[in-house]
């Protein structure tokens, strides 16, 4: 695609359930992010993909959280048990690797009521 | 650890004057790139400029320049003739080229442009 695609645009969830937030990266994009953005501060590192494996999950903040990258395209943010906390926008970004560019796409709002 | 501080949250701006947003960093490590992104409000992250730690001269893309020194630390991002489109958030990140392919964001600035 022309763009970095994430969907859906906005969700709601009950405290407790169970979310996946979609990532669809520039085609042939094989790196791969995920960040989270809380109201008012600047986005935070999650997860990095490689294209399948991920390279890099230093950011996520518990076990409630996981990532797949299965043919090393689309990508799915799981969240388990949600909390309040966990209400923020999801980012995603692509890149070919080495380079300097990152393009991200417009954010998954997460709102655990 | 890497570390982006942006110290000003919020800064006005009269159209058409320049402006320049404050970004400093900490990193031990000698190869590193500098990115600043534009926020508006429908949410996505703009790149607009790029500075690679062993670049010499500093960067500048149209309107935007990146005041870069090394030394102390600080990639200042300066817009100059300001219009109210610039309106927005405006962050500061860099990566470290032997750390992984992450960014590393600041906490933002937010730009407001008087007509």
């Known amino acids: 695609g022309a763009g970095v695609s994430q969907t859906p645009s906005n969700k709601v969830t009950e405290k407790g359930k169970y979310v996946e937030l979609r990532c669809d990266p520039i085609?042939?994009?094989?790196?791969l992010y995920w960040y989270r953005q809380s109201l008012g501060q600047g986005p935070e590192f999650l997860i990095y993909?490689?294209?399948?494996?991920?390279?890099?999950d230093s950011g996520l903040p518990n076990d409630r959280f996981f990532a797949v990258r299965p043919e090393g395209s689309v990508s799915t943010l799981k969240i388990q048990r949600t909390e309040r906390g966990d209400s923020a926008v999801y980012l995603c970004?692509?890149?070919?690797?080495?380079?300097?560019?990152?393009?991200f796409g417009s954010g998954t709002r997460l709102t655990v009521v | 650890a890497q570390k982006i501080t942006q110290t000003q949250p919020g800064m006005f701006v009269q159209e058409k004057e320049a402006v320049t947003l404050d970004c400093t960093y900490d990193?031990?490590?000698?190869?590193?790139?500098l990115f600043w992104y534009k926020q508006p409000s429908s949410g996505e992250m703009i790149f607009l400029i790029y500075?690679?730690?062993?670049?010499?001269q500093n960067a500048t893309e149209g309107r935007y320049s990146l005041n870069f020194q090394k030394a102390r630390k600080s990639a200042n991002l300066v817009i100059s003739a300001s219009q109210l489109g610039d309106s927005a958030m405006y962050f500061c990140?860099?990566?470290?080229?032997?750390?992984?392919?992450?960014?590393?964001f600041g906490g933002g600035t937010r730009l407001m442009v008087k007509p």
């Open positions: 970004a692509s890149s070919l690797i080495g380079a300097d560019g990152y393009t």
């Open positions: 085609s042939g994009h094989t790196a």
């Open positions: 993909f490689q294209g399948t494996g991920a390279a890099d």
């Open positions: 990193t031990s490590d000698q190869s590193y790139g």
């Open positions: 500075q690679g730690s062993y670049d010499e």
């Open positions: 990140a860099m990566r470290v080229n032997n750390a992984g392919n992450m960014l590393t």
